[in-house]
């Protein structure tokens, strides 16, 4: 994958002293990890030298190709292997990547928890982490609009722990019996398998209306949060509430969050269906990029806590996991940071077989009895014996970094051979007795519990509406449109009336302005009087992603286009591209094919990475397009050229431009009003920027103009940073792709 990015971008980071760190589970997984070297040659999986990679054992002579014998050990082999290669996907969470990276305390969380992982800061934690879609098979794309999984594996020294959360909050249920429901209404249909990766359809839609608990978590995912830019752009949260207990006995419960530092940031809407085609894969390649540049994907790791006594303090069950804690009730501290920097090596043997299990916590962390969390904690032990048996925790990726003992033996695949003369407890020679606490055993929290057997839950989770309301309340407006413009999409997808026009009835509960804009899209009738719900308007901090812009304004892993043909400037693309390299952005030079392009004064040329065919002004943050009077003439009359400008400019990018490229980019535009000043000259506006004079001589009087005189440079990468032009929607200038 190392093709994907441009090498002077991985010498800076190289250059900075950005690698991979070992760490114990990098050491760990060595032990199992080979190189094919020059001096290797090919034998069968039993170790016997192999003369051919190519020709079955067979009767054959000149004239005649006989029948294959049977006889052949390798030829066998090699095709019953390859039959057999596959193993069952993830019943959800299907398709997905992951990295490796590590994970530190900065503050000790002792007052909550004695586990050292979250109080010892002076350890570095080892971390394997899954990001995924729900729906999608493996094989399907990444930016559909969907939940993102964020699981992740703590290598600690006290066993593993998995936190396996999602980037949404909230979840679409409330008793785990309820799981094969949800999925089987999302996935795709019965009759036909159809749609793929997609919540747009009858039956979904079908599920969220009759089962109403799940109308704060349909909100969510008809944001933005469902379309993200990047994995690393990501929040991620472990969504049920957990329990920390502390030297002294106290228990409070907690919710766990990730916030990147990049910050929250989403695609939108037309780029992800466009990237579903033109580049299915792209949220893989993206981290996979990032890691493999040195700019390493980095997140605050944050715990809202509440004590035990005030469990029942608020107008909703803090054991629901339909609801969030709300910010301003109990605020998220953050404590710790979590680093990406490292690809795996091998695919399936690192992501396909990790295995996560709510189950898995260290001593200091407890479940509560969110009863969601509870059956969770039994299905991902169980769907992990069925994907890959019952010694999936032998397997490297997932075996612990500290010792592992006890009688469980056997079954298929076992391959730790335990020397000894038994095998169970208690024995003769006292072999392998329980721990005690001093020495670390896991003690259950003496929790006193009553109750009536009975299939209930408490009143509080009948509320499904209040949430999903202060959802709503809390975007911002260019956010609140997106909500209505993913339901019209979803909804012009269900071609069952009753199914759009009784869900358009559902958005009333939340509110009516919403219910009504999505209604005179697809069809359907709003209330006509007050509805039964009316909104109660209030609002919560943290929610509207606009909230989490990140932690300084940054273009590193940024993709920024360049466009040239023959005679562009060669000043002004020298410039960009070293000020982008040094800022550890990618820059990808695009030409109208990949022939090397030739500088004006015909003293270089450059090899581009791509073609306007090619690639796609989807794949890109932003667009740069140097002048030159004939390198801007060709791309004026280039219908692809005009239409990367035209897209990412619907796509509300920041696109700059110098020279003569001024002009064709305002005539790929086509909106008079931008880029324009009322004399008619080019100027900034709505995330345009643009250099059309200042014509430098030298490549050093041009970075000088770029940062300083003229700001042109500090203003394309200022706009690039704040990852959209928002400005432009709000003009309803982003209508044209
Ligand atoms: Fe789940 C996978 C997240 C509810 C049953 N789930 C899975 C993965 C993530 C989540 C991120 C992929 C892990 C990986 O990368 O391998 N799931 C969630 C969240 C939930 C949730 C945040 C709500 C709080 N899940 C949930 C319920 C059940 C399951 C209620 C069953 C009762 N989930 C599974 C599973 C999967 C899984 C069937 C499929 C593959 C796997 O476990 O390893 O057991």
Redesign the pocket.
């Known amino acids: 994958m190392s093709g994907l990015v441009p090498e002077t971008v991985q010498k800076v980071a190289r250059a900075a002293g950005l690698g991979p760190r070992e760490s114990d589970k990098l050491n760990d997984l060595a032990r199992e990890t080979k190189d094919m070297k020059p001096e290797d040659r090919l034998t069968t999986d039993y170790g016997v030298k192999q003369p051919t990679h190519d020709d079955w054992l067979k009767v054959a002579s000149k004239e005649h190709t006989g029948p294959l014998l049977l006889e052949d050990p390798y030829g066998r082999e090699k095709i019953m292997r390859f039959d057999h290669e596959r193993i069952p996907e993830?019943?959800?969470?299907a398709r997905?990547a992951?990295a490796f990276g590590r994970f530190r305390v900065l503050e000790s969380a002792s007052d909550l928890t004695f586990a050292p992982v979250l109080t010892d800061t002076s350890r570095e934690t080892p971390v394997f982490v899954?990001?995924?879609t729900?729906l999608g098979s493996r094989g399907s794309a990444d930016t559909v609009r969907d939940v993102r999984?964020?699981?992740t594996k703590f290598y600690t020294a006290e066993g593993n722990w998995d936190i396996?959360?999602?980037d949404i909050p909230v979840?679409f249920?409330q008793d785990?019996i309820k799981?094969p429901d949800v999925i089987h209404a999302g996935k795709p249909e019965p009759h036909n398998e159809v749609p793929q990766a997609q919540s747009a359809h009858n039956n979904f839609w079908d599920f969220q209306y009759n089962h109403t608990e799940a109308t704060h978590m349909f909100l969510w995912t008809m944001s933005d949060r469902a379309i993200p830019r990047s994995w690393r752009m990501m929040q991620g949260?472990?969504?049920?509430t957990f329990t920390l207990t502390n030297a002294k006995g106290e228990r409070h419960f907690v919710k766990f969050t990730w916030t990147p530092e990049l910050g929250v940031h989403s695609l939108v809407w037309d780029e992800a269906l466009k990237l579903g085609g033109q580049d299915p894969d792209f949220h893989r390649k993206d981290l996979w990029e990032a890691i493999a540049n040195g700019v390493y994907p980095k997140w605050k790791f944050g715990i809202q806590a509440i004590p035990e006594a005030d469990e029942h303090k608020f107008d909703f069950d803090i054991l629901d996991?339909t609801k969030i804690w709300p910010e301003d009730l109990v605020p998220t501290r953050y404590i710790g940071e979590m680093v990406l920097d490292r690809n795996p090596d091998e695919f399936f043997t690192q992501v396909e077989q990790?295995?996560?299990c709510t189950s898995h916590v260290v001593p200091g962390i407890g479940f509560s009895d969110d009863p969601?969390?509870q059956?969770?904690n039994?299905?991902?032990f169980?769907?992990?014996i069925s994907?890959l048996g019952v010694n999936f925790q032998e397997l490297p990726i997932n075996r612990p970094v500290c010792p592992v003992m006890n009688f469980n033996r056997d079954g298929a695949l076992r391959h730790t051979i335990t020397r000894g003369t038994v095998n169970y407890w208690p024995n003769r020679y006292g072999v392998c007795p329980a721990a005690s606490q001093s020495e670390g055993a896991y003690l259950e929290y003496a929790q006193k519990l009553a109750g009536i057997k009975a299939r209930a839950r408490s009143a509080k989770f009948q509320d499904h509406f209040s949430q999903a309301q202060l959802f709503y309340n809390s975007l911002s407006p260019v956010e609140k449109q997106h909500v209505i413009n993913a339901f019209a999409f979803e909804l012009d997808h269900c071609e069952d009336p009753v199914v759009y026009s009784r869900m358009v009835e559902r958005l009333a509960d939340i509110d009516l302005d919403l219910c009504r804009a999505v209604a005179a899209m697809v069809g359907g009738d709003p209330p006509g009087k007050a509805p039964a719900r009316p909104n109660h308007g209030r609002r919560a901090p943290a929610i509207s992603q606009l909230e989490f812009p990140g932690a300084e304004p940054t273009i590193a892993s940024r993709r920024v286009a360049i466009l040239i043909a023959d005679g562009y400037d060669k000043v002004a693309y020298d410039a960009a591209y070293a000020a982008l390299t040094a800022a550890l952005a990618v820059p990808l030079v695009i030409g109208p094919n990949r022939r090397r392009v030739t500088a004006a004064d015909g003293s270089t040329s450059v090899q581009p990475h791509h073609h306007l065919e090619g690639f796609r002004s989807t794949m890109v943050d932003a667009i740069f397009v140097p002048g030159g009077a004939r390198s801007a003439e060709a791309l004026a009359k280039n219908g692809r050229a005009l239409h990367w400008i035209r897209e990412a400019f619907g796509h509300l990018k920041v696109i700059g431009a110098t020279g003569e490229a001024v002009d064709l980019v305002r005539k790929a535009i086509g909106v008079p009003s931008v880029g324009v000043s009322e004399a008619g000259e080019a100027k900034e506006s709505y995330g345009v920027v643009t250099l059309k004079d200042v014509k430098p001589e030298s490549f050093k009087e041009a970075v000088e103009i770029a940062k300083g005189a003229t700001g042109f440079m500090e203003k394309f990468f200022y706009g690039i940073a704040g990852h959209r032009c928002w400005e432009r929607e709000l003009a309803g200038l982003n209508t044209l792709v």
Do not use: E, K
């Not at 993830?90 to 969470?93: A, K, P, Y």
């Open positions: 993830r019943v959800v969470h997905g992951g899954r990001f995924s729900v999984g964020f699981a396996v959360g999602n979840f249920i785990p799981f949260f472990g969504v049920n996991a990790i295995a996560f969601l969390l059956g969770r039994f299905s991902y169980d769907t992990q994907r």
